[in-house]
C-alpha cells in the first residue's frame, strides 16, 4: 500500500511538473470598494465559478494556472449578478497584464491596456468597438465592426469565441465561420471552441458541393423536385410567412426573378410553415409568381431546412447549371451582382 502510495505520488508530481504554468494580473478601476471578482471557468457549456478575488488597494487580482492547454476563464462582479463578464484565454507559459475599466452606465468592461497576449489584444480590440458604438449611440454597426475585426484576425484563438456572437445568425456567417476555423483547427484541433466551429460548418452544405436533392409537395400537392431545375441558374429561397425578415426580403426577391427569368434564373422556394392557408397568403399577398414553391408544413422539422442544415431564415441557396452550390445567403444586391456576373460571361 505504501508503494502504491509513493508510485501514485511521484506520477502526480510528474504531471504537475510537466504542465506550464500561465499568469494573469488585471487591475481594474470604477469598481466600488466592496467588490469582489467571480473566476469561473467552463464545465458542461456553462461558466462555473472556481474561486473569488479580493482586488488590492489599486484594484489588482492576481492569478495563476498550470495547463498543458489554452485556458478559457470568466471573470465578473460581486455582489452584481447582472453584470458583465471579461472573457480570458491564457496559454501555456503566458504572462499576461491587462488594465479595464469597469463601466456601470453601460454595464460593460472596457479594456484599456493589455500586455504578453495576441488573443486579449484582440479582446481589447471587442471591447473598445462596443464602447465606442455604445457611447455615440451607433449600435446599428456593431454586427458589422465585429465581423471586420474577427475577418482580418481569424488565426487568433480568440476569435474562434467571439466569433459565436453570431450563432443565431449562423447561417448568414458561414463564411468567417469557415475562415476562423480553416486558420485555427491545425494548431487547436482539440479546443472546445474550434471544435464547436467545426461541428457547426459540419451541419451545412457549403459552396463548392453538389445541391443535395429536394423533393416536397406544392400547394396543390404535386412533388417538385430541385434536380428537374438541373441546366438553370437556381435560388433556394427558405421562408415563412411568418417571417418578417423574409416578408420584407420578397420584394427584392421578386424583382430579381423578374430582371433575369427570361436568362435562365429559377427560384425554388422552401416554406417553413405549419399553416397552409397562411403559407397561400403569403405567395399571393407578395406576388411570389413562379412555379416552384413547397413545403411539407412541418416548420422547423422541414426536411428541406434540415437537409441544408437551415437555423435561420430568411436564408439562401444559389446553386448553378450544374447543380452544384454557388453562394449561401446572397439577398437584395449582392445577390444581383452574383446573377449579373453570371449571366454576362
Avoid at 457549456?45 to 487580482?61: A, C, H, M, N, S
Avoid at 504572462?95 to 479595464?100: A, G, I, K, R
Avoid at 497576449?117 to 465592426?145: A, P
Amino acid at each position: 500500500m505504501k508503494r502504491l502510495f509513493i508510485i501514485i505520488t511521484v506520477l502526480a508530481a510528474s504531471i504537475a511538473a510537466s504542465a506550464q504554468k500561465s499568469d494573469l494580473s488585471c487591475t481594474f478601476s470604477g469598481l466600488e470598494k466592496s467588490a469582489r471578482i467571480v473566476v469561473s471557468e467552463p464545465h458542461g457549456g456553462r461558466l462555473i465559478p472556481v474561486d473569488t478575488l479580493t482586488p488590492d488597494k489599486k484594484g489588482r487580482i492576481s492569478l495563476s494556472r498550470y495547463a498543458y492547454t489554452p485556458q478559457f476563464l470568466g471573470l465578473s462582479l460581486l455582489p452584481s449578478t447582472n453584470g458583465p463578464v471579461l472573457h480570458v484565454i491564457l496559454l501555456p507559459k503566458e504572462t499576461v497584464t491587462l488594465e479595464v475599466d469597469f463601466m456601470p452606465s453601460i454595464n460593460h468592461f472596457n479594456i484599456t491596456s493589455v500586455k504578453g497576449s495576441d488573443n486579449m489584444t484582440l479582446y481589447k480590440g471587442y471591447t473598445n468597438l462596443l464602447t465606442e458604438l455604445v457611447q455615440n449611440q451607433q449600435t446599428n454597426l456593431i454586427d458589422s465592426r465585429i465581423e471586420d475585426l474577427l475577418d482580418a484576425n481569424p488565426g487568433v484563438l480568440m476569435s474562434a469565441f467571439l466569433v459565436t456572437y453570431f450563432e443565431q445568425s449562423f447561417e448568414q456567417h458561414v463564411g468567417l465561420y469557415k475562415k476562423i476555423r480553416d486558420a485555427l483547427i491545425g494548431q487547436y484541433p482539440n479546443e472546445d471552441f474550434v471544435k464547436h466551429l467545426d461541428s457547426r460548418l459540419k451541419s451545412v452544405i457549403l459552396p463548392g458541393t453538389e445541391a443535395p436533392d429536394i423533393e416536397l409537395p406544392d400547394p396543390e400537392g404535386k412533388l417538385r423536385k430541385l434536380s428537374d431545375l438541373r441546366g438553370k441558374v437556381v435560388l433556394i429561397d427558405f421562408w415563412a410567412s411568418w417571417c418578417r425578415p423574409c416578408r420584407a426580403e420578397n420584394p427584392n426577391v421578386v424583382r430579381i426573378y423578374n430582371m433575369y427569368h427570361e436568362r435562365g434564373f429559377e427560384v425554388f422556394s422552401v416554406s417553413l410553415d405549419k399553416d397552409r392557408s397562411a403559407w397561400l397568403k403569403a405567395i399571393a399577398d407578395d406576388h411570389l409568381t413562379w412555379p416552384n414553391h413547397v413545403s411539407d408544413l412541418r416548420g422547423w422539422s422541414s426536411a428541406g431546412g434540415k437537409l441544408y442544415g437551415i437555423s435561420s431564415i430568411p436564408s439562401t441557396v444559389l446553386v448553378g447549371p450544374d447543380g452544384k452550390i454557388l453562394a449561401r445567403n446572397l439577398r437584395g444586391q449582392q445577390l444581383e451582382q452574383k446573377l449579373k456576373e453570371i449571366f454576362n460571361k
